[in-house]
């Protein structure tokens, strides 16, 4: 006869690596960025364990330890962090996960937790990102209402904050083109699909476009496609500091801006395909 | 369990592969393959006679090793000959990267039977050959990366002590993999299953190992043995997480893992 126990609470042993929740900040990425949160690891074979309950909740038996502990989830956000340290030289691979496991105490065996492609570090990475972009385009937006900047005009705005989105792309530059078509992988799109389409609205959100001239769907699907073809001109660029990239950028929000004054069709045949195909793809997700 | 090994040992690979017409090495290749050890992995395979895990371990491993150092060698084009010659010195004698692998068996006969395939197939550096059971491992806490047991834990009296001792040998973020004979859900497959299992398969025993006994007993514990959810509960009592199984061949047999964590 096994003892009662509550089996999806159980606290993590307190190894070198597990800490108590007290001992660190609480990890508030999980919640902010619920937006983004991409839908469970897309881990193939794993069939659904209980739901963990977020840790505060629990006040089963021994309760004076549960609440501290992380959670599996925890511990995985924290090795994919770890891990990313390792992508320049390693990829985006297990190596990279193992040699994050690692830095933490853990024996490289951990790594195993995640896929052999490197989805789950390349869509952690993707989503940490995101979260970063919404923080520093809150910021600016309480400076702007604190009086203390200037608001700027919409296309100024989506520039600023493509421009510095991208940039977090570039310590990883050299490995991202393989992190793109792991995204494009089917047993990912559903989630990577679903973190672009998030930035994308937060970017509108904060960008507080009050114009008539879009409908949501067409202004989710311009700046989806400037964005894409920008990340992709990025991956060719070798001009210093980006500066081609950032032109073409440039270019590319003025070409949608005068789309939207004047109701004509965009010049180049390709943009209006790219655009197009992202602008079907996010409708077929949502 | 003892008579029934030493009776078997020498026969022991001959009668795998015709009982499971040759799979059984396919499976043994996914569970590495799962397993995907990275160079400097420690490995402990318990009840691993005659080494199947372990050959197949280091191949892994030096495959592994050797895409890294190509890797290596094409980001560094512009070396000079001799930081090449070097490098590849150095890496030449650390072919394995300091991955190793422990075989620990019970039984004396089967580790006489690996050492020599070990020998006869040119595996010397990064295997040791250990005496031990595996409800109390020889072992310190926290040694090992990876702890495999194939085709051994229906033979273990008592599984939660072997799982408790695989728990305590493994280092945090360790994992546990265990690859077994299962159960099948799907009832036609279960039914022409039965039948090969008690029908052929100790016909074959008697043929091919002269032990008809044997290869009975070996069925009957595989209907004896908890099926994929039990064993899966079994294995979270004793304190892994993430734990999980994957069915080969509808569920004739299962890989389970775990993670210390």
Known sequence: VRCQHYPPLRALQASATLRRASDEQKKEPLTSSSQQHFDSPPAGHQPEREPQGPRPSYTGHGGQESEDYESEEQLQHRILTAALEFVPEHGWTAEAIAEGAKTLGLSVAAAGMFHSDGSELILHFVSECNAKLSKLLEKEQKLVQLGEAEKKPVDEFLRHAVEARLRMLIPYIEKWPQALSVLLLPRNIPSSLNLLTSMIDDIWHYAGDQSTDFNWYTRRAVLTGIYNTTELVMMQDSSPDFEDTWRFLENRVADAMTMSNTASQVQSTGEAVVQGLMGAAVTVSS | ?261
């Open chain 2, 1 to 261: 369990v003892y008579q029934v090994f030493e009776s078997v040992a020498k026969k022991y690979d001959v009668m795998n592969d015709s009982m499971t017409l040759g799979i059984h090495r396919i499976w043994k290749d996914i569970l590495m393959h799962k397993m995907n050890p990275s160079p400097g992995t420690l490995l402990l395979d318990v009840a691993g006679g005659t080494g199947d895990i372990a050959f197949r371990f280091i191949n892994y491993v030096r495959s592994v090793q050797k895409l890294q150092l190509q890797r290596k060698l094409k980001h560094h084009q512009n070396l000079s000959w001799q930081e090449i010659f070097e490098s590849y010195q150095k890496d030449q004698f650390n072919s394995l990267g300091d991955s190793q692998v422990v075989v620990c068996d019970l039984n004396r006969e089967m580790l006489k039977v690996g050492k020599q395939k070990a020998k006869h197939l040119g595996y010397s550096e990064g295997l040791s050959w250990v005496l031990g059971n595996a409800e109390e491992l020889p072992f310190d806490n926290d040694k090992f990366d990876v702890y495999t047991i194939a085709f051994g834990i229906r033979n273990v009296t008592r599984i939660d002590l072997a799982l408790q001792e695989a728990y305590r040998v493994l280092k945090p973020g360790g994992r546990f993999l265990c690859l077994e004979f299962s159960h099948v859900s799907n009832p036609l497959l279960s039914r022409l299953y039965d039948l090969y299992s008690f029908q052929v398969i100790p016909v074959l025993g008697e043929v091919i190992a002269g032990d008809w006994k044997s290869y009975q007993y070996l069925v009957e514990s595989i209907r004896q043995f908890p099926p994929q959810e039990e064993l899966k509960a079994m294995i979270e009592d004793v304190g892994f997480f993430k734990v999980d199984y994957e069915n080969l061949n509808f569920g004739i047999v299962a890989i389970h893992s775990g993670f210390k964590l």
